[in-house]
């Protein structure tokens, strides 16, 4: 026996550089384009609801594991992404505790009663803003036009359900570019989908969910745009202007965060191809559905929740396993 | 549904594969009495007695094996030692004399052309003698790996498997599925020859119909002999692990498709042999002499890393000096590459026929796992190379559900570990999966 003391342990025994910290830190970086819009054109105002959101989350989860007596989880920096998130799809206008409830509401109920970050079955941060779009209504509308801060006006999504003919009223390119009203994270359309595909580029999301999404985007709105009378009394022909109604609905609301940040948040999305990209299309397809024929302003959000329900069920959709397969000579 | 080759990337390359040190005698050898596992062979010679390079110093009957002496020199004894994989294996001890004498060789010796008219039984029967070993993981003998599956096996009825079937084609595999540790890619540039006579004598013993020779950047000398014998060459691209797997080698070669849960190669009629199995057989048909020395990558931190001929049971330790000793504080010791080699506890543990290489990891480099739950992120899905859902499997395993996890196909896992390797979690994949297959084969 030689007298030198090595290490043991089962293999592999080189391990890949990700770690859930660096997996979080680039998702941090990929929503840096859409809160600089957001601040550009909101100010301090959204300054103030993301540092509160992200405060809130941070000291809640740090509170959660002292009391239960865990060793800090803040160092996964997955209280900051969640936090930011939060902040993101809350309108520039939300009252200084709003934040603070919904950040204590996402970390709580939404991510440690279920035991933490892998074990949660819905997106806590949507858990949190559903909560705070039930009991706060008002609040949650605070909307400002860009320019006008403190002078709360309807979102064109709002002013959209009231009327579908007011679609021809805004500019397709300031809803891309973020100068509507809408909440401070979410309406850099452009912002989001260059960190998006940044995300998808770098493989933490998988291509396959926001993929889905946007088709189903597309899809449910020919379909609600050939089915509706208004728009073909309005003069609508042609599949050219009735894809204008997929390009409104892809820019406006939290369709575009929710395609690239909140569907594909790794513990409550599906983990096979097949699955990821049928929970995009559901969800893609849900929220056309929600936000032309149901009661909510936006179904973007609600229509994640659903999904997350029916991810334990898309995950018996497996790959075919090499050596299952027809064995032929 | 088309299947991609998935798995993950790897840079490391192995060492130049012509350039190969010899590595003189070291003072004593240790030859273990178990060089292929279940197989522990009896000795045939006491204490004190001189013996010859070649001869007989351990054997059993059943199943046949045999264990020749390295060189010549004087047998000191018995001791219990470790082999490579961690098990005690008892082991002589053999003090060179420097002289590496050979015993008279007694057996066929074929010259390079007449390989081809020699019989498959003939083929067979040196091989046993020859009491070579399937080179590898695997750890079976060369013999039971080139005969076809003979009673079909009740087992197989249950599951569409059309059975006993003769093998028709054989794979000599010069690629090595855990760079950098290069063994077959060494074997098939620094002996093509061999490797031809070798691959001739298998053709012949296996009776296959089509011979595809598997290398990367394979020397021209090996591409005319292969093209000259109406063989394919294919070629492979090293940069992706595990491509080189025997049933992903199968795979991409003939696009059948290995049960590994419960068959072999053979079973779909495939033989696949390294070519350092190849070229021993080959080596052994015209020299008439078993093998006794290999050429083992010893790679990672160490001062020189690069090819040794070593004799069999030459200590790692040893082997590790020859390389130039350790580079930093030495952290582990793998038998094997660094995805799937098996960590040393011992350095005085004997090279036996199975070992690969010996990769070298210094202790800044050592990398640990968690037991953090896992977040679901579908890398590991990603990764898989044969298709797994490796999350699900390893929390059923977790969670002591191990008949959950054989239902979502747990004994599919070839063990590549891809899914450890590229998990944000850390968590230890490869370990929980061993543990699912354990408890379910001892239950």
Request: with cysteine; net charge negative.
């Amino acid at each position: 026996m030689s007298e030198r003391l090595l290490t043991l342990s089962p293999p592999p025994h080189l391990l890949g550089g990700r770690t859930i910290r660096s997996m979080n830190l680039e998702t941090l970086c990929a929503m840096g384009p859409a809160v600089g819009v957001g601040l550009y054109y909101f100010g301090l105002a959204a300054l103030k609801v993301l540092v509160l959101a992200v405060a809130s989350t941070t000291i809640t989860e740090y509170l959660v594991c002292r009391i239960t007596g865990r060793a800090s989880t803040l160092g996964d920096l997955h209280a900051v992404v969640m936090g930011l998130l939060l902040g993101m799809i809350l309108p520039p206008g939300a009252p200084w505790w709003l934040p603070i409830v919904g950040g204590f509401f996402a970390v709580v109920v939404g991510k440690m009663l279920f035991g933490g970050l892998g074990n949660y079955p819905m997106n806590p941060v949507l858990i949190a803003w559903a909560a705070l779009a039930l009991s706060w209504a008002h609040q949650m509308s605070a909307f400002y036009e860009p320019g006008a801060l403190g002078e709360v006006v309807a979102s064109p999504l709002m002013q959209f359900k009231d009327d579908i003919a007011a679609i021809e009223s805004f500019e397709l390119w300031d809803l891309w570019i973020g100068n509507s009203a809408g909440a401070i994270g979410a309406v850099g359309t452009w912002a989001l989908a260059i960190g998006g595909v940044y995300l998808v580029i770098r493989r933490i999301v998988p291509w396959q969910i926001p993929f889905g999404v946007l088709l189903g985007v597309v899809v449910m709105s020919l379909v609600a745009g050939y089915l509706d009378p208004n728009l073909s009394e309005m003069g609508w022909e042609g599949l050219g202007e009735h894809l204008t109604l997929a390009w409104f609905h892809m820019a406006t609301g939290g369709l575009m965060i929710v395609a690239f940040f909140l569907a594909p948040e790794p513990v409550t999305s599906p983990m096979t191809p097949w699955a990821c990209f049928l929970y995009g299309l559901g969800i893609g397809c849900m929220t056309v559905i929600v936000r032309t024929w149901g009661a909510p302003v936006d179904g973007a959000y609600y229509a994640v929740l659903v999904m997350n329900a029916a991810t334990p069920l898309l995950d018996k959709i497996r790959p075919r396993v090499l050596g299952k397969g027809v064995v032929s000579a | 549904m088309m299947l991609a080759l998935k798995g993950i990337r790897r840079k490391e390359l192995g060492p130049n594969p012509t350039k190969v040190v010899d590595v003189p005698c070291p003072q004593k050898l240790l030859v273990a009495l178990r060089q292929q596992r279940a197989v522990t062979c009896t000795p045939k010679v006491g204490e004190g007695d001189r013996v010859l390079a070649g001869q007989v110093l351990a054997a059993s009957e059943d199943p046949p094996g045999y264990i020749y002496s390295p060189t010549s020199g004087t047998i000191e004894g018995l001791v219990t030692t470790v082999d490579p994989h961690g098990q005690e294996v008892e082991a002589l001890v053999l003090a060179g004399d420097g002289k590496h004498e050979w015993v008279e060789t007694a057996g066929l010796v074929a010259e390079a052309h007449q390989v081809g008219e020699l019989g498959p039984e003939k083929v067979l029967e040196r091989v046993q003698e020859l009491g070579l070993v399937r080179f590898g993981q695997v750890g079976s003998s060369l013999a039971e790996e080139i005969t076809p599956p003979r009673v079909p096996a009740g087992y197989l009825a249950h599951t569409g498997t059309p059975v006993a079937k003769p093998i028709d084609t054989l794979i000599v595999k010069a690629v090595d599925h855990d760079p950098p540790v290069n063994p077959n890619q060494a074997a098939a540039h620094t002996q093509p020859e061999a490797l031809i006579v070798g691959a001739k004598a298998l053709e012949v013993a296996t009776g296959a119909e089509r011979v595809v020779v598997v290398a990367w950047q394979a020397p021209d000398g090996l591409k005319g002999a292969v093209e000259e014998a109406g063989w394919e060459l294919v070629e492979l691209n090293p940069g992706r692990y595990p491509f080189a797997l025997d049933p992903l080698v199968v795979w991409q070669v003939t696009k059948r498709e290995v049960p590994v849960a419960y068959g072999r190669p053979q079973d779909v009629g495939v033989a696949i042999v390294p070519a350092v199995s190849v070229v021993e057989l080959g080596l052994g048909l015209t020299t008439g002499r078993p093998a006794v020395e290999r050429v083992v990558p010893v790679v990672g931190d160490v001062h020189k890393p690069g090819l040794y001929r070593l004799l069999l049971g030459t200590p790692v330790e040893s082997a590790i000096e020859a390389a130039g000793g350790f580079k930093g504080a030495p952290g582990k010791v793998l038998a094997g590459g660094p995805m799937m080699g098996l960590g040393l506890y011992d350095l005085g543990a004997p090279l036996t026929a199975e070992v690969e290489g010996i990769y070298v990891m210094s202790e800044e480099r050592l990398k640990s796992f968690t037991d953090h739950p896992c977040i679901h992120c579908g890398a590991c899905v990603r990764a898989c190379p044969v298709g797994l859902v490796p999350a699900e499997i390893a929390k059923f395993c977790e969670f002591g559900r191990f008949e959950d996890a054989a239902q979502v196909n747990l004994m599919w896992c070839v063990e590549c570990g891809c899914c450890a390797y590229v998990c944000p979690a850390r968590r230890p994949m490869v370990q929980l999966i061993r543990l699912g297959k354990y408890r379910l084969l001892a239950s």
